[in-house]
C-alpha cells in the first residue's frame, strides 16, 4: 500500500544539505565522502548546500576528512596529526576504498574546498572537528576570489570555542551540534527551555543541529520550542523518506542527507499534491497508512 501524506509547500519544505559532500561511508556508490568528488555530485543533483568536516595536519594546515585517523578512507593509516598536508596530498588517496574507479582521488585541502564553494555558488557547513580552527580557515577564505564569507556556515562541536566563531565568521550562520557541554534540556517547553534558547542567542547561535533520532525531547518539541524563540533548528542524519517528511512536519529547516538527489525528488513529489493528501510513487510502499501529524508516529531509520 503507497503511504499517503500531507502534501510538503514549496514555501516550507526543508532544504537540502549533503552529508559529506552526498555519501557517508559511500551510501549510494556515488563518491567517495568528503573529496571534490562528493562535492560535485551534491552540486550536480541540486543541493543548496554540503557539510564537510575538518582537522589540522602536523604542520597546521587543513585536511578535509571526517575521521582523526586515514585508516578508513585512504591508503595511509595514522592520526591526521602526525601527517604533513604535502605527505597526506602526495602519499594518500583517498577513493579506491570505495571503488577501484575512483583511485588516486586527492585528500582535500582547506584550499581546495574553498575554490570549489567560490567555483559552484554552493553554501558549505564547516564541521570543526577540533578547537582553533577558525582562524586559519577565515584567514585562507579572505584570500579566495569570488568567495563570500556568508557561503561558510559554521557547525560549532564546542561551546566554548563560540564567541571565536562568531567574532571571526560575523557575516555567517553560526550552528551548535548539542554535545555534553551544551545539552539540550528534556524539559524544552519550561523555563529551561527559556534559558536554553536565550543563552544560545546570548552568545550568537543561530540554528540548532541535533540527531533527527533525538527523543528527549522528541524533534518535535525542539522544533516548537525552537521556533517559539527565533532559533532554526537543522537536524542530520535524515534517508528514509517517512524521516524526511516527518522533518518538514516537526518544522526542520534544513534536513542534512546521504541522499540530496532522493531527498529533493521526495519534496518535489509532495509539491505535485494538488488535493489535501497525496498518493506518493511506489518507493514509498509500507504495510499501512502512516499519520504524519500524528507526533507519535515518528520513527529514524538512522
Given at each position: 500500500m503507497d503511504i499517503h501524506v500531507v502534501p510538503v509547500p514549496a514555501s516550507s519544505h526543508p532544504h537540502i544539505m549533503a552529508h559529506r559532500g552526498c555519501c557517508a561511508n559511500g551510501f549510494g556508490g556515488h563518491a567517495p565522502e568528503?573529496?571534490?568528488?562528493?562535492?560535485?555530485?551534491?552540486?550536480?543533483?541540486?543541493?543548496?548546500?554540503?557539510?564537510?568536516?575538518?582537522?589540522?595536519?602536523?604542520?597546521?594546515n587543513i585536511v578535509i576528512m571526517h575521521d582523526n585517523t586515514l585508516d578508513r578512507t585512504t591508503n595511509c593509516t595514522g592520526l591526521i596529526s602526525n601527517?604533513?598536508?604535502?605527505?597526506?596530498?602526495?602519499?594518500?588517496?583517498?577513493?579506491?576504498?570505495?571503488?577501484?574507479?575512483?583511485?588516486?582521488?586527492?585528500?582535500?585541502?582547506l584550499q581546495d574546498l574553498l575554490s570549489f564553494v567560490a567555483e559552484s555558488g554552493m553554501t558549505c557547513v564547516l564541521d570543526l572537528k577540533e578547537r582553533g580552527l577558525m582562524q586559519t580557515i577565515v584567514r585562507a577564505a579572505e584570500l579566495t576570489s569570488n568567495l563570500d564569507m556568508s557561503q561558510l556556515v559554521a557547525s560549532i562541536n564546542y561551546y566554548n570555542d563560540t564567541?571565536?566563531?562568531?567574532?571571526?565568521?560575523?557575516?555567517?550562520?553560526?550552528?551548535?551540534?548539542?554535545?555534553?557541554?551544551?545539552?539540550?534540556?528534556?524539559?524544552?517547553?519550561?523555563?529551561?527551555?527559556?534559558?536554553?534558547?536565550?543563552?544560545?542567542?546570548?552568545?550568537?547561535?543561530?540554528?540548532?543541529?541535533p540527531t533527527y533520532s533525538m527523543t528527549s525531547p522528541s524533534i518535535?518539541?525542539?522544533?516548537?520550542?525552537?521556533?517559539?524563540?527565533?532559533?532554526?533548528?537543522?537536524?542530520?542524519?535524515?534517508?528514509?523518506?517517512?524521516?524526511?517528511?516527518?522533518?518538514?512536519?516537526?518544522?526542520?529547516?534544513?534536513?542534512?542527507?546521504?541522499?540530496?538527489?532522493?531527498?529533493?525528488?521526495?519534496?518535489?513529489?509532495?509539491?505535485d499534491c494538488m488535493k489535501d493528501e497525496c498518493k506518493l510513487p511506489n518507493f514509498f510502499k509500507a504495510e499501512s497508512q502512516i499519520n504524519y501529524m500524528d507526533t507519535d508516529s515518528y520513527s529514524s531509520a538512522d
Open positions: 568528503n573529496t571534490i568528488l562528493a562535492f560535485e555530485y551534491a552540486h550536480s543533483v541540486g543541493a543548496m548546500m554540503f557539510e564537510t568536516d575538518l582537522w589540522f595536519t602536523s604542520d597546521r601527517w604533513t598536508l604535502a605527505e597526506i596530498q602526495n602519499q594518500c588517496e583517498a577513493g579506491s576504498w570505495l571503488d577501484p574507479k575512483f583511485v588516486d582521488t586527492k585528500v582535500p585541502s564567541k571565536d566563531v562568531v567574532t571571526r565568521l560575523k557575516r555567517s550562520t553560526i550552528l551548535l551540534n548539542p554535545s555534553a557541554d551544551s545539552p539540550i534540556p528534556t524539559d524544552i517547553k519550561g523555563l529551561s527551555g527559556a534559558n536554553y534558547f536565550g543563552d544560545l542567542r546570548e552568545v550568537g547561535i543561530d540554528v540548532i543541529f518535535v518539541e525542539l522544533g516548537l520550542a525552537a521556533a517559539r524563540y527565533g532559533v532554526q533548528l537543522w537536524a542530520f542524519t535524515i534517508d528514509a523518506p517517512q524521516d524526511l517528511i516527518g522533518a518538514a512536519v516537526a518544522g526542520v529547516r534544513t534536513v542534512c542527507t546521504n541522499d540530496p538527489k532522493g531527498a529533493l525528488s521526495m519534496y518535489q513529489a509532495t509539491q
